[in-house]
T-cell receptor, first 117, second 112 residues
Framework: NAGVMQNPRHLVRRRGQEARLRCSPM?????VYWYRQLPEEGLKFMVY????????ESGMPKERFSAEFPKEGPSILRIQQVVRGDSAAYFC???????????????FGDGTRLSIL | DAKTTQPPSMDCAEGRAANLPCNHS???????VYWYRQIHSQGPQYIIH???NNETNEMASLIITEDRKSSTLILPHATLRDTAVYYC?????????????FGSGTQLTVLP
């Protein structure tokens, strides 16, 4: 499967624990995007990263949430001290490096469904 | 990014063409129109995108009006597996802002 891989598909945490969501982009893609989808709502942008660099984190909550995309390995979305309101589907997308004036679509993984008990 | 408006739901008979409209009256000159769909419990699937000209690929056709204020996604021969929520969104072709903005989309139901 050459698509965007996310794991785990389902994650259950108790309030106060940490959640780590992983995303491996498509082969040849160097840019990663994280989105969150609350129940019965559309996807909301969270953060845009390239290797070792955060490009745009305007959609990230100011506290408890962080993201990284290291030189080696998958991108990680980390949620510390989870609360019930963090229950959602978290989707990762990837694209090649955007070129000036060109548009490469973002391709999405099948998400991680996070449930907070 | 432009605000997009779509009807909340549509039905289509199997084998017929499904025409899904989208209004994006505030779109700017360098914003592309993108279409995705989401089948329950899966991630959004890219369908097609365009800037000014009409586009066609193996999945669908995209018709963009000359003033670029609206577009229509056409699934030429809808099947039951095309039942999904279809999202119209836009993305600027330059700069560091690369976020797609998803509205509520159109729930397309293909009827047997």
């Amino acid at each position: 499967n050459a698509g965007v891989m996310q794991n785990p598909r389902h994650l259950v945490r108790r309030r106060g624990q940490e959640a780590r969501l992983r995303c491996s982009p498509m082969k040849g893609h160097s840019h990663v995007y994280w989105y969150r989808q609350l129940p019965e709502e559309g996807l909301k942008f969270m953060v845009y990263l390239q290797k070792e660099n955060i490009i745009d984190e305007s959609g990230m909550p100011k506290e408890r949430f962080s993201a990284e995309f290291p030189k080696e390995g998958p991108s990680i979305l980390r949620i510390q001290q989870v609360v019930r309101g963090d229950s959602a589907a978290y989707f990762c997308a990837s694209s090649p490096k955007p070129g000036w004036g060109s548009n490469q679509p973002q391709h999405f993984g099948d998400g991680t469904r996070l449930s907070i008990l | 990014d432009a605000k997009t408006t779509q009807p909340p739901s549509m039905d289509c008979a199997e084998g017929r063409a499904a025409n899904l409209p989208c209004n994006h009256s505030t779109i700017s000159g360098n914003e592309y129109v993108y279409w995705y769909r989401q089948i329950h419990s899966q991630g959004p699937q890219y369908i097609i995108h365009g800037l000014k000209n009409n586009e066609t690929n193996e999945m669908a056709s995209l018709i963009i009006t000359e003033d670029r204020k609206s577009s229509t996604l056409i699934l030429p021969h809808a099947t039951l597996r095309d039942t999904a929520v279809y999202y119209c969104t836009s993305l600027v072709s330059s700069g560091s802002a690369r976020q797609l903005t998803f509205g509520s989309g159109t729930q397309l139901t293909v009827l047997p």
